[in-house]
């Protein structure tokens, strides 16, 4: 069966310019979640959709930050404008269910912001 | 908020044992533990839910103690393809799960 898929696995572009992380869960999952994980902060939830509708974007750092899910099938994640301390490994995970479900993350996108 | 985990590292020799705990200072519903491999996404070992209960995965076990809201892991007879960062997540009384700083495992021949 195919995991989460994350793309692009590494991305680098400059200060200023829009980011656009995709991801697309597993089939027949129906919660998601956006991590960012950094040295300093670890693994942190940035905002977090069921059944397609973002329930909390308590995480999302700044308005720079935004995220959608059209569909069941894909979710995107977009920086605009991008900062240098935007730099991270940015993870998607899904899972079957909210509460107690195992969470399955994707390999992730390592950001880099010049 | 995030729970607290300890050691942040340790080193072992292939067959030695390792404890690795994860405390919270809210009340939990549930805990999950998580290894990460150097460049690798986060990888699901267990859930722990209310009760106490204890659960393994290979030689890698668990326990759940909620009166003191804190987790153990276990890794017993440590082998090689132990190494990697371990993470707990705890649950409180939403659907998020907190994860704490990790603590990195090391496992020499």
């Known amino acids: 069966d195919a995991g989460v898929i994350q793309s692009p696995r590494h991305e680098v572009t400059e200060m200023g310019q829009e980011v656009t992380l995709r991801c697309k869960p597993i089939s027949g999952h129906n919660s998601l979640f956006w991590y960012r994980q950094t040295m300093m902060r670890g693994l942190e939830l940035l905002i977090y959709f069921n059944n397609n509708v973002p329930i909390d974007d308590s995480g999302m750092p700044e308005d720079r930050f935004s995220a959608k899910m059209p569909n069941a099938s894909f979710s995107t994640l977009k920086i605009q404008p991008s900062e240098p301390r935007d730099s991270a490994v940015y993870f998607c995970?899904?899972?079957?269910?909210?509460?107690?479900?195992?969470?399955?993350f994707g390999d992730g996108t390592r950001l880099s912001i010049l | 908020q995030q729970p607290v985990q300890s050691p942040q590292a340790v080193i072992l020799r292939e067959g030695e044992d390792a404890v690795i705990n994860c405390s919270s200072s809210?009340?939990?519903?549930?805990v999950h533990w998580y290894r990460q491999k150097h460049g690798e996404a986060p990888v699901f070992l267990m859930i722990l839910l209310k009760g106490g209960e204890q659960k393994g995965h290979d030689k890698i076990s668990a326990s759940f103690n909620e009166k003191k809201q804190q987790s153990s892991l276990y890794l017993t007879a440590s082998q090689l393809s132990y190494s990697g960062t371990y993470f707990c997540?705890?649950?409180?009384?939403?659907?998020?799960?907190?994860f704490g700083a990790g603590t990195t495992v090391t496992v020499r021949a």
């Open positions: 809210k009340a939990l519903y549930s």
């Open positions: 997540g705890t649950r409180t009384n939403d659907y998020k799960l907190s």
């Open positions: 995970a899904s899972s079957l269910a909210t509460g107690d479900q195992p969470q399955h």
